[in-house]
């Protein structure tokens, strides 16, 4: 079965100290993963993808499939990005559902 | 585009009554997705569609839910009779899978249903 595990519900760093939000998955085959932000009462948006491999917001992701992982990571935190953070895994081949994550709630504090 | 269009945002009904969610997906998009999220429970999948078929209500709560998708551009969550344990947002999403098949799933801004 497809699994995602986010060890951490709250997270909380000071401004400028660098952040890592922790992904775990479980898939025999080869997945595509995601991760979306929340912003307070606002809609999921998707924020990196492992196939673009680009920076968004200052964030990067890499799909680790020896330690089935895909950390997310900021070197330098800002407060607005502050928000919920969802890791999401697609299981190509198999199941058209997109499994979620419990999701981090990240704050930055001044 | 748009994106994805939901109705109302904000929903508060008493106990008993009928609620209706509304969705408008992305054109062309042929995936919809209804999810429901709790703090409790957190992002719950409910349904989906492929091509206006839905495919898979495994996790619809009970029969007190339905949902339908008339067309390709149109789909409703029906609750009835609601609950005060059925206070939560509920999001649809919607999906082209497209040459390369990618699940992206893009969200709607969400219905905030409170029943008192």
């Known amino acids: 079965a497809q699994r995602v595990t986010q060890p951490e519900k709250l997270l909380s760093v000071f401004k400028g100290a660098p952040v890592e939000l922790k992904c775990n998955y479980s898939?025999?085959?080869?997945?595509?993963l995601f991760w979306y932000v929340q912003y307070s009462r606002q809609r999921l948006q998707l924020l990196l993808r492992?196939?673009s491999r680009e920076s968004i917001k200052g964030f990067t992701a890499d799909l680790n499939k020896g330690e089935t992982s895909f950390h997310l990571k900021k070197p330098f935190a800002q407060e607005e990005d502050s928000a919920m953070y969802y890791c999401?895994?697609?299981?190509?081949?198999?199941?058209?559902?997109?499994?979620f994550g419990k999701g981090t709630k990240l704050t930055v504090n001044p | 585009d748009a994106g994805v269009i939901q109705s109302p945002r904000h929903e508060v009904t008493e106990m008993g009554q009928e609620v209706t969610l509304r969705c408008k997906p992305i054109s062309g998009h042929d995936y919809l997705f209804w999810y429901r999220q709790t703090m409790m429970r957190g992002l719950e999948l409910l349904i989906y569609?492929?091509?206006?078929?839905?495919?898979?209500d495994s996790g619809m709560p009970e029969d007190r839910f339905s949902a339908k998708m008339p067309n390709a551009s149109f789909s409703t969550l029906k609750i009835q009779p609601s609950e005060p344990r059925d206070s939560a947002v509920y999001f649809c999403?919607?999906?082209?899978?497209?040459?390369?098949?990618?699940?992206?799933?893009?969200f709607g801004p969400g219905t905030r249903l409170t029943v008192t």
């Open positions: 569609f492929n091509n206006n078929v839905p495919i898979d």
């Open positions: 999401a895994l697609f299981p190509r081949g198999g199941s058209e559902k997109l499994v």
């Open positions: 999403a919607s999906r082209d899978r497209g040459r390369t098949g990618s699940g992206e799933q893009y």
């Open positions: 492992h196939i």
């Open positions: 898939y025999s085959g080869s997945p595509e």
